[in-house]
């Protein structure tokens, strides 16, 4: 289907958050949006309120007239959508165009430059600040990101103007290897998603297959220590980066009294005076690749220390709900137990001497299955741990994997619980914790709001 000849697009997934950004790309261009997903969501109630038709029946019946044209309507589906759903199978078998999300996105990345950051970990985070130093450049972009920034209240930035793509690359289901970068940033290449990949080796090889996809008069940026061998094309320049080392890396670095600023070394030339605007040690890595990909794309120096200094961060990402002397609450949505070692080191560094509680919520049963010895070990640098039911998402529980694996492998002596979610408010309520972070991918963030009332409560009233 060419795209002049799409009327409508209808998602099945249409509350996934990335697939909610295509929507809104879709929706800026005038045409039809619709949709299903399973259960109604804030992010799905305000995709409606900007036009989208979203429904929550698994129903054919139910798909808007608009949306039943063969001849001009695009289906795009998330993997995460299992292969026997009533929708997904009437569109294929009434001769519909079905891509995946990702099919979409690559498309996007051959009709304009795309800047694409991949990795186990980071991606979000460096995905958005690259996406807001260049929004707020002379370069502009367009962006699709896997969380909503808090510098926009959205995950879709758009510059009709501008010839770059900002892009999330996908690891799970093959998804980046549909997208054909101009530049690329690898975070970490981390085992995960073994219940797709089956080995850390077929893990790497996809990584590996993916740097060849680099456009020939692209860049590839790996972060330094990575297991991995690229295979970019001829003519592809290749750079390293870290905190410490590497084409691009951080010198003169400065973490106190809240703030972290450094100098900012690159082959394109230096940057003094960066300071981050949400100032978690980890965020030193992800900022690094971010001004790599903003000066490529010719962000100047001013353009890209002012876009550091005013980037606000991304929901779930470190994100600070209270922040006092007295309690500090934040989530992040660390899922994979490298992902939960460095939030912890970072909170760490940033809040030495506090006691730090975590809550996690193991997400999926076959991460947890896979990693659960690494899992006890990255949650064992925590003070204090309150362990939460698996969060099943796609997945079937399978016997004898709950969150028990976890807490019998922390470390001995450390104070730990077993929670299920719904008791988590009146166990706060019970205790005075003094930093407390929520982390995981699942829905256990849903409760914040209450949790930020409950110790709020327990301040000193001035």
Request: hydrophobic share 35%; glycine share 8%; charged share 25%.
């Amino acid at each position: 289907m060419k795209p002049e000849d799409i009327k409508s697009v209808y998602f099945i997934g249409a509350g996934g958050i990335g697939m909610s950004a295509l929507e809104r790309y879709f929706l800026s261009k005038g045409i039809t949006v619709g949709g299903y997903d399973r259960t109604a969501c804030p992010l799905t109630e305000k995709l409606r309120e900007e036009g989208a038709l979203i429904h929550y029946d698994d129903a054919p019946d139910a798909i808007p007239e608009a949306c039943r044209d063969r001849a001009h309507t695009l289906v795009v589906y998330t993997p995460a959508i299992p292969s026997d759903h009533k929708e997904l199978a009437w569109f294929r078998t009434n001769g519909f165009e079905v891509q995946k999300r990702a099919q979409v996105l690559g498309t996007l990345t051959r009709s304009m430059k795309g800047l694409c950051v991949a990795g186990t970990h980071g991606k979000t985070t460096t995905t958005a600040m690259a996406a807001h130093i260049l929004h707020e450049s002379h370069v502009g972009c367009n962006a699709f990101l896997g969380g909503i920034t808090k510098n926009y209240g959205t995950n879709y930035l758009v510059d009709h103007t501008s010839p770059y793509v900002v892009i999330e690359a996908d690891e799970f289901d093959r998804s980046f290897h549909h997208l054909t970068p101009y530049a690329t940033v690898i975070t970490a290449t981390d085992a995960d998603h073994l219940d797709i990949y089956g080995t850390k080796e077929a893990y790497l090889e996809s990584f590996r297959h993916y740097t060849s996809l680099v456009r020939p008069d692209g860049v590839l940026i790996c972060h330094r220590g990575l297991e991995l061998h690229p295979d970019p094309q001829p003519g592809v320049r290749c750079y390293d980066y870290s905190r410490n080392e590497g084409d691009f890396h951080a010198e003169n670095l400065h973490i106190g009294d809240g703030r972290i600023t450094f100098d900012f070394v690159s082959p394109l030339g230096r940057i003094d005076g960066i300071e981050l605007g949400v100032p978690v040690s980890i965020n030193i890595d992800n900022g690094i690749a971010a001004m790599a990909l903003a000066q490529i794309a010719g962000a100047d120096a001013d353009e890209i220390r002012r876009g550091m200094q005013t980037y606000s961060g991304v929901d779930r990402r470190f994100d600070f709900k209270i922040k006092n002397r007295r309690h500090v609450l934040l989530s992040d949505y660390a899922h994979h137990p490298e992902e939960i070692r460095q939030s912890i080191l970072s909170l760490r560094e940033v809040f030495n001497g506090r006691r730090l509680t975590g809550v996690f919520q193991p997400h999926l049963y076959t991460r947890t299955r896979d990693f659960y010895h690494e899992f006890a070990d990255s949650l064992s640098l925590l003070d204090d741990v309150i362990l939460l039911d698996i969060y099943p998402a796609r997945e079937q529980p399978i016997e004898g994997v709950t969150s028990r694996l976890i807490y019998d492998n922390l470390r001995p002596g450390m104070p730990k619980r077993l929670c299920h979610k719904e008791d988590l408010p009146a166990l706060v309520d019970g205790e005075d914790f003094d930093v407390l972070v929520v982390l995981g991918a699942g829905d256990a963030d849903n409760y914040m709001d209450q949790l930020k009332a409950i110790i709020e409560a327990k301040e000193p009233r001035p």
